[in-house]
């Protein structure tokens, strides 16, 4: 092994440790993928979350100055191929070696932009977060999918940005306390909280409800080691949808919904069974 294939297991290791250290769901359905996939998304996951973290928790620091060196860094570990960064360092080796398009890299960046001043957004500028924060990660997960084959990845295009949809929204509704109080944001279009009631929260569901029905087409046509492991988190979506379902409107904005560790375990061994047995 050379000296940059070394750095390179460290990087790659480091986004491991971060998607480990962070989340517990995403952990359990990148370990359900193929061995050939696993990597490059762990890579896709920690840039995201390094990302992410910028704008929702480092409080105590210049977030704007501090996306701005973030933005130039991937770009940098983009065009010289190495970081000493080793997050950006693992993600710049999946963008290369996945052939990912920068459009998809500069739409992430440009949502999570908008979280350093939007408190509120309309349906277009709410539209644009959600293709930015969760269709276009999508898109680059469905890249590493469909190994460089252009004609699959136009196909399964549109479900994958469905599904990146669906999961983003959920968070919203899950998260819309936190968001709303610590963070003083509101994802949703032209919502009043103080009137969050039971026909806002069934219309954001039945929106939320059409692109899982859409997202689901996709899933069945996947190569079979990413189908189980996509199928695994789109699992865990749905039951945290229908728990939030299941509960009045003023219950969501005074506590954050989740799905018991042991319950996501339970929700792998299930899924398991009805993809072996192609119960999809």
């Known amino acids: 092994m050379n000296q940059k294939a070394l750095f390179d297991e460290v990087s790659i290791y480091c986004s491991r440790k971060t998607t480990h250290a962070y989340s517990t769901s995403f952990s359990m359905g990148i370990k359900t993928l193929g061995k050939r996939f696993r990597d490059p998304v762990y890579a896709i996951y920690g840039f995201v979350r390094f990302a992410d973290e910028i704008v929702d928790t480092f409080h105590d620091y210049d977030k704007t100055l501090l996306m701005e060196r973030f933005r130039a860094d991937t770009v940098n570990a983009i065009e010289d191929r190495i970081s000493l960064n080793p997050i950006l360092n693992s993600f710049q080796k999946a963008y290369h070696d996945y052939n990912f398009d920068w459009e998809l890299v500069d739409t ?121 492991g996509v199928y695994v988190a789109y699992t865990y979506y749905i039951r945290l949808f229908q728990k939030i379902k299941s509960l009045p409107s003023n219950r969501i904005m005074q506590e954050r919904i989740r799905i018991p560790n042991q319950k996501k375990f339970a929700l792998v061994l299930k899924s398991y069974v009805q993809h072996n047995l192609n119960m999809l």
């Open 108 to 228: 992430f960046l440009k949502s999570m932009e908008m979280d350093l001043d939007n408190t509120a957004y309309d349906r277009g500028g709410y539209e644009t977060y959600i293709l930015g924060s969760a269709e276009v990660v999508g898109l680059m997960c469905l890249k590493v999918f469909t190994q460089g084959d252009t004609e699959e990845y136009q196909r399964l295009k549109p479900y994958a940005m469905r599904l990146g949809a669906a999961f983003q929204k959920i968070n919203f509704l899950r998260d819309i306390k936190a968001d709303y109080e610590s963070l003083g944001r509101a994802y949703f279009p032209e919502l009043d909280l103080s009137r969050f009631d039971e026909g806002t929260k069934t219309k954001i569901e039945k929106e939320i409800a059409e692109d899982f029905h859409e997202a689901y087409k996709g899933i069945l046509m996947l190569p079979k080691d990413a189908r189980f």
